[in-house]
């Protein structure tokens, strides 16, 4: 049984997302008691984990180190926002989790050597061989700060998934990828691509472009699962294995009534951390800087699509911080709604989570702007 998580963006209470996310505490003990009954049972991440919310941005995701590992993951990829602290930063969080953060696709610009371990092979009771290797998506130079990744390059992962198909393959009787690739049609590469073209995974646990996967993808033999994001669901991978042979497999979405129909009470280890966590970083995150008579949605399909309220206020706000006559904001970068009521250093921190720079610039025309 393989458990799976994807952008999770350190949404880690079961209050994030204005309460749709599941909670760290409440999956963490739902697959502990999974783990339980059967010792067979994986966690693995697809990325997009060390970055987003205010409690575990001050730090530098080095919090979210501490909770995964109470939690009991096995194996994690590295998805674009996890460079958002640079690449020096997030090789001292692989070394300062318990478990292996895959990536076999890239590299040092210096001397082309891997920055991480490539893959693991576990071993099952009945000595099956499960291979797992991690890639992250090359979008990553420009999906986080060009500035975050100047020392290692991203190689192609069709080629990269060969080269580790080809070795795992006499070793496993699984192979399965952890990438943080996706299903977006724009996208060059995707879990998709990687599948058709680099035949012989078994399974995909995919991330990257948000999408719920009910029942997963299936791609020649290969199966594609994802969740979504923010912890909404957590996924469920069943691989029925015969004499070292897979003989079925099937992919699921559990919700969060389902999550604690397997574990009643959250993990007690991971509130505590999470108090901790919360104390610390009461005093800065919890300073009042404005009032919102309403609520204003980060909704994706709204940001992303369409004019949207707090799209508007954040461009009128660093128009009046810059004196300027337009304002143009990324809206991928509004990440969280603004409340209604007292609004916190905290909720702006959510919103605004990359750490982006307002520049202003001149532009002169050599047409005349009428009012009309």
């Not at 994986?42 to 939690?71: C, Q, S, Y």
């Not at 500035?147 to 009787?173: G, H, S, W």
């Not at 940001?303 to 809206?331: M, P, Y």
């Amino acid at each position: 049984v393989i458990f799976h998580t994807n952008d999770m963006h350190s949404r880690v209470q079961d209050t994030d997302d204005s309460g749709k996310s599941i909670g760290l505490a409440e999956i963490s003990a739902a697959v502990k008691a999974a783990k339980a009954k059967n010792p067979e049972t994986f966690w693995f991440d697809a990325g997009d984990t060390f970055h987003g919310m205010p409690r575990i941005n001050v730090n530098n995701g080095e919090g979210m180190a501490t909770l995964l590992n109470l939690a009991g993951v096995d194996a994690m990829t590295a998805g674009n926002h996890d460079f958002n602290y640079g690449s020096a930063q997030l090789e001292r969080l692989a070394k300062k989790i318990k478990f292996p953060l895959l990536d076999a696709n890239v590299v040092r610009k210096k001397n082309n050597r891997l920055v991480f371990k490539p893959y693991k092979i576990f071993k099952l009771k009945d000595k099956t061989r499960v291979g797992v290797f991690g890639l992250s998506t090359p979008e990553t130079v420009y999906k986080t700060n060009p500035k975050n990744v100047t020392e290692i390059e991203f190689l192609n992962p069709v080629d990269t998934a060969r080269d580790m198909i080809k070795k795992l393959q006499p070793k496993c009787d699984v192979i399965v990828c952890i990438m943080h690739m996706g299903v977006d049609a724009s996208s060059e590469f995707t879990s998709e691509r990687i599948a058709r073209e680099a035949p012989g995974i078994d399974v995909i646990i995919d991330g990257h472009s948000h999408t719920e996967l009910p029942e997963g993808i299936r791609v020649g033999n290969t199966l594609i699962a994802q969740t979504g994001c923010y912890e909404h669901f957590l996924g469920r991978v069943t691989l029925e294995i015969d004499d070292h042979k897979i003989i079925s497999k099937k992919a699921e979405l559990l919700s969060g009534d389902e999550i604690k129909a397997l574990a009643k009470n959250p993990d007690a280890k991971i509130l505590q951390e999470l108090k901790k966590i919360d104390q610390r970083n009461e005093k800065m995150l919890g300073e009042i800087v404005a009032h919102s008579d309403k609520a204003l949605t980060s909704e994706r399909k709204i940001v992303r699509c369409q004019e949207s309220e707090l799209g508007n206020l954040a461009a009128d706000a660093f128009r009046w911080r810059t004196g300027s006559d337009i304002a143009i904001v990324n809206a991928g970068t509004l990440r969280a709604d603004l409340p209604a009521g007292n609004v916190t250093l905290g909720d702006t921190m959510a919103i605004f989570p990359f750490g982006n720079t307002v520049r202003k610039s001149k532009y002169y025309s050599k047409y005349k702007i009428s009012n009309s």
